[in-house]
């Protein structure tokens, strides 16, 4: 049965109380042991920061009231550790503002007391971007979770930052639309933590980037000042547009706390095929194909390989595998989504049909409801939370102690997989390499399971995967964002002017510094 | 020896129901439709039976409009060999007009063995299979959780999931079998099974073709929403809850205050 950890945890030394921590169960006994990466994270806390005293405390006290202010220690914890329970900071303060002018009274005393602060959304980030590294204050959005308002003409959603994923699809549902993104994580995050990182997901390949879906924001700068961009027009090119600044900044240049979006008409009928490929040139073609015969349709188009498939068949209770009588090197699932039922289902058919005559695919499965559907997508969403579970050695039924390296890249598509092709000699029979993602968008998560965390083994991953990334100019964050995790990386994707410039705006729009300090870009750059 | 397997068209297991507002029924146009969860039960039970050598065809049937053929594509996309779809036109027909119809079938076609899921999840009726078996004069065995045929003897073993527990009976074939959610995992419908399935037939029939006529003993009257589930009262203190106790919960069965 699920234990959650003990608080004792050793400090990997006086000075970084940025702990990454490993956890793993035993088997039968349901002990835990705890070993540490010695990866640590080398930053001091910068001294120019202030420390919480007992004044700002009763500031925030008398403007928030005593329910927001959060200093107990259960409540705390869980904001400090990230989803993965890969980073934990030591943050005391834990603030819930209930709108924009409290957030922007925030920020003003934070900006004059010089004390950091973290936003934080649904903290369900993968780069270790929402928690605090040290003592930062966390300001959550929780509280803002109120829908303004939707243009049920042209299906413009207003809200407020807070708003959880998974409720604005049910709201919006009602209304016969759809938000134009979706990730496994929808129960719990947030709309606003999804802007702010630019939050890909799985019908990016349909709807696209939020770039593009969001219509305006409403953003409160480091010092308090509410830059309302919130506007709803499809067209507007007046000036600058500011609000690309915000989408995808994770939070280093202002909090984001109203969205506007355009959300897509909910279409009807929606098809789902989960297909056996030989090899990866297979699925490239197969991606090919279907981009011109099934055109605009196309909703999603995943991959993943053998590996990857047996984890989750192995882990997942209740998991079946659609092929049981064979045993294929890559899997495909395509998702179509359109008005008409019948001819969508035709079309997807004689696609598939047409395929498999060709020898793109050597076997697949059409969902013929939506049960199935959602077995098929479960096989997709919870790899990634199967191998996190391994990873962070929990699991209601058995448990491979295990500690995963993850990384995503975005590449081009006839080179997608030869990095995870190249890792496997490398690493041998200490690790386990796996590959999937989103094949559509050229994203691959690339997943590196080992026994434990050891720096030998690091060493032959690092640099080697970013140096290989950027031979082939790709990204190393695909969708996940820089955060803590890689947030000395971005040479490796962006040339030092660039990141020159990137550094020159973060310090007009944050002069202290305050905003989800150490994280995004690297500190040298900032100094 | 062939097995018939009557499947129907239902709105779709995960789908939120909605009630129309003039309260005459559920709204089912714009929803999604799929094979009722117990008839796919039904069908792969007959596929595996095939496959182990004790029947040698299964064809699958449905009553109900021209959008029914659908669920027909399904099952002989699962691996039925041919299907039979008796047009009755768009009213829902209700289970004894489905059991007469299939009885009539069941003259034609001559199967060993006649399995259906034990109840749609439209109308939980948990009728038709109990009346054709009726009608039939056939043994019946209703909720199987497993069924084991014998070819030589011609016997069906069956054991039913019952409120006190497992029941096993010995049915002569040919007999009626109704499923129950735990006798097995419906396949999926893979490529090779929808190409296949591209040449099998579709026979369209109707019910005066059959010699039944279809009347309605049942009139619906209404349908209304469930009452919606009231919120939850923070009580505030101990002696709030027991003046709530002693004056607003009506029987004291539920708390066991003895």
């Keep these: 049965m699920f234990k959650p950890p003990s608080k004792l945890y050793r400090k990997l030394n006086s000075q970084t109380s940025c702990d990454i921590m490993q956890v793993h169960y035993s088997r039968t006994y349901g002990i835990h042991q705890r070993s540490f990466t010695s990866a640590a994270i080398n930053i001091q806390r910068s001294p120019s920061f202030s420390k919480l005293n007992s004044d700002d405390i009763g500031y925030f006290k008398s403007m928030l009231g005593d329910k927001n202010v959060v200093q107990d220690e259960d409540r705390l914890s869980a904001a400090n550790v990230d989803w993965m329970r890969k980073y934990k900071g030591s943050s005391q303060l834990l603030l819930l503002p209930r709108n924009t002018e409290e957030v922007s009274k925030i920020l003003h005393h934070c900006n004059s007391r010089h004390l950091a602060i973290v936003p934080q959304g649904g903290n369900t980030g993968l780069v270790g971007g929402s928690v605090p590294v040290y003592d930062e204050v966390i300001i959550s959005l929780a509280s803002m979770d109120q829908i303004i308002s939707l243009d049920k003409v042209n299906g413009i959603l207003i809200c407020e930052a807070g708003c959880i994923l998974e409720n604005l699809n049910s709201f919006l549902a009602n209304e016969g639309f759809i938000m134009p993104l979706d990730l496994g994580a929808k129960g719990s995050c947030q709309i606003g933590g999804n802007v702010s990182t630019n939050a890909g997901g799985l019908h990016f390949i349909r709807y696209g980037s939020l770039h593009g879906n969001i219509l305006g924001l409403e953003v409160v700068l480091a010092d308090g000042t509410v830059l309302d961009m919130l506007g709803t027009l499809r067209k507007d090119n007046t000036g600058y547009d500011l609000k690309h600044l915000f989408i995808g900044s994770e939070g280093s240049l202002g909090i984001v706390t109203k969205v506007s979006i355009l959300t897509p008409p909910k279409l009807l009928s929606t098809n789902l095929a989960l297909l056996a490929c030989k090899d990866f040139l297979s699925c490239q073609k197969l991606l090919l194909e279907a981009k011109r015969e099934l055109g605009e349709a196309i909703s999603a188009f995943e991959f993943m390989d053998s590996d990857?498939?047996?984890?989750?068949?192995?882990?997942?209770?209740?998991?079946?595998?659609?092929?049981?009588?064979?045993?294929?090197?890559?899997?495909?699932?395509?998702?179509?989504?359109?008005?008409?039922?019948?001819?969508?289902?035709?079309?997807?058919?004689?696609?598939?049909?047409?395929?498999?005559?060709?020898?793109?695919?050597?076997?697949g499965a059409i969902a013929q409801d939506i049960n199935q559907a959602s077995s098929f997508w479960q096989i997709r969403e919870k790899l990634m939370f199967r191998k996190a579970m391994c990873w962070q050695g929990m699991s209601e039924a058995t448990v491979k102690a295990g500690a995963v390296y993850k990384y995503d890249l975005s590449l081009p598509v006839e080179k997608l997989y030869d990095i995870v092709e190249e890792m496997r000699p490398r690493l041998g029979e200490k690790a386990k390499v796996v590959g999937y993602g989103h094949l559509g968008d050229g994203n691959l998560h690339l997943n590196i399971i080992t026994k434990q965390y050891d720096n030998n083994i690091l060493a032959q991953i690092e640099p080697f995967v970013y140096e290989w990334t950027s031979t082939h100019r790709g990204s190393i964050s695909a969708e996940h964002g820089l955060g803590l995790m890689k947030a000395d990386k971005i040479h490796y994707s962006k040339s030092p002017e660039t990141v020159q410039l990137m550094a020159s705006i973060k310090k007009l729009l944050d002069p202290s510094g305050i905003l989800n300090p150490y994280k995004v870009l690297p500190q040298s750059m900032l100094q | 020896m062939k097995i018939l397997v009557a499947v129907k068209r239902v709105i779709d297991y995960a789908v939120k129901v909605r009630v129309k507002p003039n309260k005459s029924g559920v709204e089912t146009s714009n929803v999604k439709m799929s094979m009722n969860p117990f008839c796919e039960i039904a069908l792969e039970e007959a596929l595996r039976i095939r496959e182990s050598g004790a029947a040698k065809e299964v064809v699958a049937v449905t009553v109900g409009p021209a959008q029914c053929a659908d669920t027909l594509r399904t099952a002989l996309a699962m691996g039925a060999d041919r299907a039979v779809h008796v047009d009755a036109g768009a009213a829902p027909v209700l289970p004894l007009s489905v059991a007469k119809i299939l009885r009539a079938l069941v003259q034609v076609e001559q199967p060993g063995l006649l399995i259906l899921g034990k109840q749609a999840i439209d109308d939980d009726c948990n009728q038709t299979g109990q009346m054709v078996a009726g009608l039939l004069k056939w043994p019946q065995g209703t909720f199987a959780s497993k069924v084991v045929l014998d070819k030589e003897k011609q016997v069906a073993t069956v054991e039913r999931e019952v409120d006190g527990g497992l029941e096993t009976l010995c049915l002569d074939l040919p007999a009626v079998i109704t499923t129950d959610l735990r006798l097995n995992q419906p396949r999926y419908a893979t490529l090779p099974n929808i190409m296949k399935a591209k040449s099998k037939v579709i026979k369209k029939v109707t019910p005066e073709e059959l010699n039944v006529e279809i009347k309605s003993d049942l009139e619906v009257v209404q349908v209304t929403e469930p009452p919606k589930r009231k919120a939850g009262v923070i009580i505030s203190s101990v002696d709030e809850l027991i003046d709530k106790l002693k004056n607003e919960v009506v029987s004291c069965n539920i708390l066991n205050c003895k």
Aim: avoid cysteine.
């Design chain 1, 308 to 363: 990857a498939m047996d984890m989750v068949l192995a882990h997942m209770d209740g998991a079946r595998n659609p092929f049981p009588s064979s045993s294929y090197n890559f899997y495909v699932l395509i998702e179509t989504t359109g008005s008409d039922e019948s001819y969508d289902k035709a079309k997807l058919e004689a696609f598939l049909l047409r395929s498999m005559e060709g020898g793109l695919i050597s076997d």
